[in-house]
C-alpha cells in the first residue's frame, strides 16, 4: 500500500500540515490501495501564496513559451498513459478499456488543444474606439470530482495556466493518485514553481478553505449541485468569479421517425457511459407510446449483453462503481423507482450482492412518469428511465422539465427535424442522430446544471478577464 503524507507547493513536494491519513479504496475490491494527506486550511494558504507569487512571471511569459510547457505535459502524460489507465481504474473502478480509450485521452486533449488554441488566440483586439484586452483573472482554485478524476483536472488547469492564471487543484479524496502523477509530470516539464500546486483533503476541510480564500480569484467547480451551491456561497463572501460544472438528469428524445435498431443501442450505451457516473448521461430515454415495447425490448437485450464485472478484465465495459458510498445511494434510487409504481424492464437490484466490490446491475425501468423521483433526481449510476409521450410537443416539454440542462440528445429520421427539437431543449450540448462528442466545443449547462462552459476556445474564455482601454 502506497502512502503519500505530502502536498505538492510551490514546485516542491511538502509535508501536510494536517495530522491523518486519507484511504484510497479500490471498489473493484473493497481493498485499501493508498493514503494520502488530509490537507488543512494552512496548506491552502501556504499553495495560494506560492501561486499568488508566481502569477507575475507566469502572466507575462510568452503565450509561446505557455504553450510550450502545456504540450510538454501532453506529451508525458501519452507516455504515462498505460501507468495512468491502471491507475484510475484502481482508484476509482473504470475498465481498463474505458480509462484507455477515455479516461487518460481526454485529459491529454486537453493539455495539446489548450496548447494549440493558445497559439492562434487573440488576447487583444480593436473594437468600436476601444483597445478590448483579455488578461488572466489571476490564482484560480480548481476543485475537481472522482469520476472523470484527471480529464476534470486538466480541463481547468490546462486551460486556466494557458490564460496566464496560477492554479491551486483540489483533486476529489476518492481519487487522488491521478492527481500525484500529474504533478510529477509538470514538475518534470521544468513549470516554474507555484504555477501549479495540488492540495489533497476533503470538501468540508480543503475545498471550503480554497473556495472562500481572499487571494483566489476564481474558483472552478465541477460536482454535485447541493456542492455547487455551497462553493457559491462561500466564493460570494469576496466577490469572486465561480465557474460551476454541476448535475445533469439529460433526456434522450426519440422522434417517431427514428432508426430504432440504430438510436435504442445508442441510447442504452449512451446512459450507462463510465457506468452512469458521467454528469451529461442521457439517462431519460423519451419514446413515442406507440413504440414503447419495441424500445423495451431492445434495450432490454442490448443492457443484458453487455458485459459486467473485473476492471482489469479486457472484455468488462461496466465496472463497479465508484465506492460503497456510492453503491448504496443508486441502490436507494432503484429502490424508489419501484415503490414509486415505475416498472422494471431488466435489473433492479434492490440490495448490496454478495461479494467484493462496489457492483450494481444495469436497470432500466419504463412507464416513468413526471412525478416520480427516478425523472426528477440524478442518479449517477447504471439506470436508464423510459418515458413513453404522445406527441413531439409534449416530448420537448418532458425533455425540458427538469432543474438542470446539461445534455440531451435527438434522433430523428430527418436530421433537420431532429435539430429544430435540439434548438427547443434547453441544455447546453445536444447530440443529433449518432453525432460523436465534440472534445473542443463548449461543455456547460443551463439552469441547475452550472454556470460557465470548459473546453476549447470558449473554455479558455473562461478563465480570461476583459478590459477596454479607450485613447
Known amino acids: 500500500m502506497r502512502t503519500h503524507k505530502d502536498h505538492y507547493i510551490n514546485g516542491q513536494w511538502v509535508p501536510s500540515t494536517g495530522s491523518s491519513l486519507l484511504p484510497v479504496t479500490n471498489p473493484a475490491t473493497d481493498e485499501v490501495i493508498a493514503e494520502v494527506a488530509a490537507g488543512s486550511p494552512d496548506d491552502v494558504d501556504r499553495a495560494v501564496a506560492a501561486a499568488r507569487g508566481a502569477f507575475d512571471d507566469w502572466s507575462a511569459t510568452p503565450v509561446s513559451e505557455r504553450a510550450r510547457y502545456l504540450g510538454a505535459i501532453a506529451q508525458a502524460l501519452t507516455e504515462r498513459a ?109 513549470l516554474p514553481a507555484g504555477v501549479f500546486n495540488v492540495v489533497f483533503g476533503t470538501g468540508p476541510e480543503v475545498g471550503e478553505a480554497i473556495a472562500s480564500h481572499p487571494d483566489i480569484d476564481l474558483v472552478s467547480f465541477t460536482g ?106 443508486v441502490l436507494g434510487y432503484i429502490r424508489k423507482g419501484i415503490d414509486e409504481g415505475a416498472r422494471v424492464v431488466t435489473g433492479g437490484q434492490t440490495e448490496p450482492g454478495e461479494g467484493d466490490g462496489a457492483f450494481v446491475q444495469p436497470t432500466i425501468f419504463s412507464d416513468v412518469t413526471r412525478e416520480m423521483t427516478i425523472h426528477r433526481e440524478e442518479i449517477f449510476g447504471p439506470v436508464l428511465a423510459i418515458e413513453p409521450y404522445d406527441t413531439e410537443d409534449e416530448a420537448i416539454e418532458i425533455a425540458n422539465d427538469t432543474i438542470y440542462g446539461l445534455a440531451g440528445g435527438v434522433w430523428s429520421g430527418s ?28 461543455f456547460g449547462g443551463y439552469k441547475q446544471s452550472g454556470i460557465g462552459r470548459e473546453a476549447g476556445q470558449f473554455g479558455l474564455e473562461e478563465f480570461l478577464e476583459v478590459k477596454s482601454i479607450q485613447g
Not at 422522434?255 to 457516473?277: C, E, F, K, R
Open 82 to 190: 498505460e501507468e495512468l489507465a491502471e491507475l484510475i481504474s484502481s482508484e476509482m473502478g473504470s475498465p481498463l478499456s474505458f480509462a484507455r480509450a477515455a479516461q487518460v485521452p481526454l485529459p491529454i486533449n486537453s493539455f495539446a488543444k489548450a496548447s494549440a488554441i493558445l497559439s492562434e488566440f487573440e488576447f487583444e483586439q480593436e473594437y468600436r474606439g476601444s483597445r478590448i484586452v483579455r488578461e488572466p483573472y489571476g490564482v484560480v482554485g480548481a476543485i475537481t470530482p472522482w469520476n472523470y478524476p484527471l480529464h476534470q483536472i486538466a480541463l481547468k488547469a490546462a486551460y486556466g495556466m494557458a490564460a496566464g492564471n496560477t492554479v491551486v487543484v483540489k483533486p476529489s479524496e476518492n481519487t487522488p493518485l491521478n492527481a500525484i502523477v500529474l504533478a510529477e509530470i509538470v514538475e518534470a516539464a521544468g
Open 415 to 442: 436530421t433537420e427535424r431532429a435539430q429544430q427539437v435540439a434548438r427547443r431543449i434547453r441544455a447546453g450540448q445536444i447530440a443529433v442522430n449518432d453525432a460523436g462528442m465534440n472534445l473542443d466545443a463548449p
Open 224 to 329: 454535485s449541485t447541493r456542492a455547487g451551491r455551497r462553493v457559491s456561497e462561500l466564493a460570494s463572501g469576496t466577490i469572486k468569479r465561480v465557474s460551476l460544472e454541476l448535475g445533469g438528469k439529460s433526456p434522450n428524445v426519440l422522434l417517431d421517425d427514428a432508426d430504432l435498431t440504430a438510436a435504442v443501442p445508442a441510447a442504452v450505451q449512451a446512459a450507462m457511459l463510465n457506468s452512469g457516473q458521467t454528469c451529461s448521461a442521457l439517462t431519460r430515454l423519451l419514446v413515442p407510446r406507440s413504440k414503447l415495447t419495441e424500445v423495451e425490448n431492445i434495450a432490454k437485450a442490448v443492457i443484458e449483453s453487455i458485459p459486467v464485472g473485473d476492471p482489469t478484465d479486457e472484455t468488462t465495459v461496466l465496472g463497479p462503481l465508484s465506492s460503497r458510498t456510492q453503491q448504496e445511494r
